[in-house]
């Protein structure tokens, strides 16, 4: 059985972490979590641009722990093998450029070699909610870093859904995306 991968990106405070969440649970499955969260609470909120290549590599082993253990698992009430990917190497490009004006080899290697199903782009409808990681609480650059992953999902080649309104519309929307996904 095809494991199907579907990333849920866009800009911080969009929902990512929670329509993962929502998402595995109506789901029956696992969600890979953003690595970079984790790094930055370990070794603090300065980062510098090798700092973006550790936790990009740190991304990708915790999104292939968590496709292995998803592969080990027996599939979920639809049939079907799921795993929700909070970030994936997509943000760690915008992330890269946005800040530093360059990208990583390995990241950009990485976007050609990963393989996903289906976007999910959350939008910035969602009011910015402040903690200890987030940087960009201003509306136009939220708007202009939007626009950055919306041209990312539009020139590439796999399907993908614009996620906004409240969190119950953003749920639903994303449940029909990937039920539209499925029945292919």
């Known amino acids: 059985m095809e494991l199907k991968k579907i990333a849920i990106i866009g800009p911080e405070s969009t929902g990512k972490s929670t329509l993962c969440d929502q998402l595995a649970k109506h789901y029956q499955t696992e969600w890979c979590p953003e690595y970079a969260r984790e790094y930055l609470l370990k070794h603090g909120k300065k980062y510098s641009y090798d700092d973006l290549l550790l936790i990009?590599?740190?991304?990708?082993?915790?999104?292939?722990?968590?496709?292995?253990?998803?592969?080990?698992?027996?599939?979920?009430?639809?049939?079907?093998?799921?795993?929700?990917?909070?970030?994936?190497?997509?943000?760690?490009?915008?992330?890269?450029?946005?800040?530093?004006?360059?990208?990583?080899?390995?990241?950009?290697?990485?976007?050609?070699?990963?393989?996903?199903?289906?976007?999910?782009?959350?939008?910035?409808?969602?009011?910015w909610v402040k903690d200890e990681l987030r940087e960009y609480p201003d509306p136009e650059t939220r708007k202009k870093i939007y626009s950055i992953y919306k041209d990312i999902v539009i020139n590439q080649l796999v399907p993908w859904v614009d996620i906004a309104g409240i969190h119950e519309e953003r749920l639903e929307k994303a449940i029909h995306a990937v039920d539209h996904l499925l029945k292919k």
Not at 72 to 96: E, H, S
Not at 97 to 117: A, G
């Open 56 to 127: 990009a590599k740190g991304q990708i082993e915790l999104e292939d722990q968590y496709e292995a253990l998803v592969k080990r698992a027996k599939p979920n009430t639809t049939g079907q093998q799921l795993l929700f990917i909070d970030t994936d190497m997509y943000v760690m490009k915008v992330w890269c450029e946005f800040v530093f004006n360059k990208c990583h080899r390995f990241i950009l290697d990485q976007i050609v070699k990963r393989k996903y199903d289906l976007y999910l782009l959350c939008n910035i409808d969602l009011p």
